[in-house]
């Protein structure tokens, strides 16, 4: 069993309460990254709310908490329903990367909306400290993950 199926596993198995920070840093070490987040989707007011977080510098945190639908990396993958990514975000000059994401020092980034029928229930961020394109397999595992949390969220 890979790593990914490992992963769907387990939040298959979990009963009661997921383990926010362990899941995250299962997907983190999965993909070899440094840096990740899980937003859920606060359906009252449409907002994506940090579930949980590794390696995001702490000034971060409050324009991190928060993420409006379209804005960031996170909020464009909401917005679009599929996995946002960038080479080095160091660089972007797309506009898809706020400001402040530069400040968390890492490069290859992607960002996958959570989905289960085409609803939203969140995003799923992770960076590696180079620059990095991940596979089409990759995007695929982590749309696929993120589908398993959106179940768990939905039940």
Same mark, same amino acid.
């Given at each position: 069993?890979?790593?990914?199926?490992? &992963?769907?596993?387990? &939040?298959?198995?979990?009963?009661?309460?997921?383990?926010?920070?362990?899941?995250?840093?299962?997907?983190? !070490? !999965?993909? +070899?990254?440094?840096?990740?987040?899980?937003?859920?989707?606060?359906?009252?007011?449409?907002?994506?709310?940090?579930? /949980?977080?590794?390696?995001?510098?702490?000034? $971060?945190?409050?324009?991190?908490?928060?993420?409006?639908?379209?804005?960031?990396?996170?909020?464009? @993958? @909401?917005?679009?329903?599929?996995?946002?990514?960038?080479?080095?975000?160091?660089? +972007?000059?797309?506009?898809?990367?706020?400001?402040?994401?530069?400040?968390?020092?890492?490069?290859?980034?992607?960002? @996958?909306?959570?989905?289960?029928?085409?609803?939203?229930?969140?995003? $799923?961020? &992770? @960076?590696?400290?180079?620059?990095? +394109?991940?596979?089409?397999?990759? /995007?695929?595992? $982590?749309?696929?993950?993120?589908?398993?949390?959106?179940?768990?969220?939905?039940?």
């Amino acid at each position: 069993m890979n790593k990914t199926e490992s &992963i769907i596993e387990s &939040i298959k198995e979990t009963k009661g309460e997921i383990n926010w920070q362990q899941l995250l840093e299962n997907i983190i !070490a !999965a993909f +070899d990254c440094i840096t990740g987040t899980i937003h859920t989707l606060d359906k009252s007011t449409n907002l994506l709310m940090l579930k /949980s977080q590794k390696g995001i510098p702490d000034f $971060l945190l409050p324009k991190m908490s928060v993420i409006p639908i379209g804005k960031g990396m996170a909020g464009i @993958a @909401a917005e679009r329903k599929q996995p946002v990514e960038m080479c080095n975000l160091q660089t +972007d000059s797309s506009g898809v990367a706020r400001p402040a994401a530069k400040e968390t020092k890492v490069e290859g980034s992607i960002a @996958a909306p959570m989905l289960l029928d085409g609803e939203l229930y969140g995003t $799923l961020g &992770i @960076a590696k400290p180079v620059p990095y +394109d991940f596979t089409k397999e990759e /995007s695929e595992a $982590l749309l696929k993950i993120g589908m398993e949390i959106s179940r768990f969220i939905k039940s």
